[in-house]
């Protein structure tokens, strides 16, 4: 059974940095690309991050340069270390991969970042 445990949000100034994790089970970890998404009240959740099994990353453009995709295929864990943070960046965070979302949509319960001004 796939689950997906988000950890590591909280609250933040501006210009703070956090860093989240997500342990994954009830997959083949090392061979699935994974991601990192967001959902901000009242919008569309939004892919931020992601990372292939080789570990070659890509990031949304208002990401690029603050935000840092990584993977522990040992620990089935995958992480966001994310610096420079502005409100904007306030949501909820998921991780997930995209063999899950595709065959299942499962998600995990997210994990709460918030950043004040």
């Known amino acids: 059974q796939v689950q997906l445990v988000e950890s590591g949000g909280g609250l933040v100034q501006a210009g703070g940095s956090l860093r989240l994790s997500c342990a994954a089970s009830?997959?083949?970890?090392?061979?699935?690309?994974m991601g990192w998404y967001r959902q901000a009240a009242g919008k569309q959740r939004e892919l931020v991050a992601s990372?292939?099994?080789?570990?070659?990353?890509n990031y949304a453009d208002s990401v690029k340069g603050r935000f840092t995709i990584s993977r522990d295929n040992a620990k089935n864990t995958v992480y966001l270390q994310m610096n420079s943070l502005k409100p904007e960046d306030t949501a909820v965070y998921y991780c997930?991969?995209?063999?899950?979302?595709?065959?299942?949509?499962?998600w995990g319960q997210g994990t709460q970042v918030t950043v004040s001004s």
């Open positions: 009830g997959i083949t970890f090392s061979i699935n690309a």
């Open positions: 990372i292939t099994s080789g570990g070659s990353t």
């Open positions: 997930n991969a995209p063999l899950i979302i595709h065959t299942s949509n499962y």
